[in-house]
C-alpha cells in the first residue's frame, strides 16, 4: 500500500519546500548506456524482445531506487510500495496509443503481460488513454529512428506531474560497444542528480535480473549485462 513520507525525518525537505515553488521543477539528464551483451542475449533467445528486456531493467531499476517512486501530492509526498510502466506504441498510418503493464519481477511473467498490453492497444485502437490520475507508473517513449543526445518534454503546466519520464533512443555502436541513449526526466522536488546517477551509474542503476549475473554472484548493472547461469532473462 502507499504511505506518506515523514517529511520531517527527510533530509530532502528543504530542497522539497525550495523547488515546489518553481515553474519548470523539472531536470533532465541524458546519457548512453552499453547494451551489447544484452542485445546479445536476447538475440540469442528466441521469442526474447531486446526492447522489452530494456523497459523491464529500467522499470526494476526504478522500482529499486526508493526517490523514482515518491510522488507529490499536495504538501506531501506519497510513497508508491511499487511503480508499474505505461509506453507509447506506434500504430498504423503514423498514429501513436499508450500501453500500459503491470512490473513483474519475474521477466518471462513482465515480457507475457507487456506483449498482451500492446496487442490490446493495437487491436482497439481508438482514442488515446492517458491515464492522467495514475502516479503509479514511469512514463516511458522510445525512438529508435534517433540516437539522441538531449531531450525535452511536452508538458502541462500548473498540474501535480511528478511521474518520472524515461526515454530510449537508437543504439548505434562505437569503440567496440553498443550505446543505448537514454533521457530521464524527474522533479527537483523529489530527487537531485545523485539519485539519477544512482538509476544510472555503472555500479548499480539498471541491473541485469539474471542472479547470479557477475561472476562474483552479485547483480551486474545494465552496462555489464551478462548471461545467468543458464543463459536466460528471469
Known amino acids: 500500500m502507499p504511505r506518506f513520507l515523514d517529511l520531517a525525518a527527510w533530509p530532502h525537505r528543504s530542497a522539497f519546500a525550495y523547488f515546489q515553488g518553481y515553474d519548470n521543477p523539472y531536470f533532465n539528464v541524458c546519457t548512453a548506456l552499453e547494451a551489447g551483451p544484452l542485445l546479445e542475449l536476447t538475440r540469442a533467445e528466441p521469442g526474447t524482445s531486446f526492447f522489452l528486456a530494456y523497459l523491464y531493467l529500467s522499470l526494476r531499476a526504478a522500482n529499486e531506487t526508493e526517490p523514482f517512486r515518491y510522488r507529490i501530492q499536495g504538501d506531501q509526498v506519497l510513497v508508491h510500495e511499487v511503480v508499474h510502466g505505461g509506453t507509447t506504441l506506434l500504430l498504423d498510418e503514423e498514429r501513436f496509443g499508450f500501453a500500459y503493464f503491470d512490473y513483474e519481477k519475474d521477466f518471462t511473467r513482465f515480457q507475457a503481460g507487456a506483449r498482451a498490453a500492446m496487442a490490446r492497444v493495437r487491436a482497439e485502437a481508438g482514442e488515446l488513454d492517458p491515464q492522467d490520475a495514475r502516479t503509479d507508473l514511469i512514463h516511458y517513449s522510445t525512438l529508435p529512428w ?89
Open 146 to 234: 534517433i540516437a539522441f543526445t538531449s531531450f525535452s518534454h511536452a508538458r502541462k503546466w500548473g498540474r501535480e506531474d511528478s511521474v518520472p519520464k524515461i526515454v530510449f533512443g537508437k543504439y548505434t555502436q562505437r569503440d567496440g560497444q553498443t550505446l543505448l541513449p537514454i533521457s530521464v526526466e524527474v522533479h527537483h522536488a523529489l530527487m537531485d542528480g545523485l539519485h539519477v546517477g544512482r538509476y544510472c551509474n555503472p555500479r548499480g542503476a539498471i541491473p541485469c535480473a539474471a542472479r547470479p549475473c557477475g561472476t562474483d554472484g552479485r547483480i551486474a548493472p545494465f552496462g555489464t549485462f551478462a548471461r545467468g547461469g543458464d543463459g536466460t532473462v528471469r
